[in-house]
T-cell receptor
Framework: GQQVMQIPQYQHVQEGEDFTTYCNSS?????IQWYKQRPGGHPVFLIQ?????EVKKQKRLTFQFGEAKKNSSLHITATQTTDVGTYFC????????FGQGTELSVKP | DAGVTQSPTHLIKTRGQQVTLRCSPK?????VSWYQQALGQGPQFIFQ???????QRGNFPDRFSGHQFPNYSSELNVNALLLGDSALYLC??????????FGPGTRLTVT
């Protein structure tokens, strides 16, 4: 069964609005990875978080790992049309266990 | 430096047939993992190869088998194809298992 739950499934925003996707696990995670998959493309690694409460930033993207290491989030500030795609979280233990993904659409 | 390459790009097969998909890892990578991604879903882990041995396997039937060659390239074989096997098949390579690089995938359609 699914070990990593991701919400929302879809998010439609106006360009310039912010976007957040959440990843939750019922068990403690040793790490969480985030991937972006453009329409018709393949998953591309964005980042890995391993420490409790860790926050990492990549330009307009902010990644957080919860204090209990059971949840994570990806926040995009001021979305652009280039942000369109599906964002996946995944737990990694030699193999990747992906969440269902959040599909982001951005209206110009 | 070429990234992960996969062939073919697209494939159409009939139920009951067999298919072989191929993957060449990124230069310097020695571990290859295969994933199945159904439409609208996250990728599902099939198996992983390292040093020509299957190291881990996901919850897929024995109809799914694989191989890794001495040059680290890999094949995924699926026998007795079912309609439900229609999906995007992704190959991912890595060196230290930290950052996995995905190939463009093979889109398999079973009719």
């Amino acid at each position: 069964g699914q070990q990593v739950m991701q919400i929302p499934q879809y998010q439609h925003v106006q360009e310039g609005e912010d976007f957040t996707t959440y990843c939750n696990s019922s068990t403690t995670l040793s790490n969480i990875q985030w991937y972006k998959q453009r329409p018709g493309g393949h998953p591309v690694f964005l980042i890995q978080l391993v420490k409790s409460g860790e926050v990492k930033k990549q330009k307009r993207l902010t990644f957080q790992f919860g204090e209990a290491k059971k949840n994570s989030s990806l926040h995009i500030t001021a979305t652009q049309t280039t942000d369109v795609g599906t964002y996946f979280c995944a737990k990694f233990g030699g193999k990747l266990i992906f969440g269902q993904g959040t599909e982001l659409s951005v209206k110009p | 430096d070429a990234g992960v390459t996969q062939s073919p790009t697209h494939l159409i097969k009939t139920r009951g047939q067999q298919v072989t998909l191929r993957c060449s890892p990124k230069s310097g990578h020695d571990t290859v993992s295969w994933y199945q991604q159904a439409l609208g879903q996250g990728p599902q882990f099939i198996f992983q190869y390292y040093e020509e041995e299957e190291r881990q396997r996901g919850n897929f039937p024995d109809r799914f088998s694989g191989h890794q060659f001495p040059n680290y390239s890999s094949e995924l074989n699926v026998n007795a194809l079912l309609l439900g096997d229609s999906a995007l098949y992704l190959c991912a390579s890595s060196f230290n298992l930290y950052e996995q690089y995905f190939g463009p995938g093979t889109r398999l359609t079973v009719t």
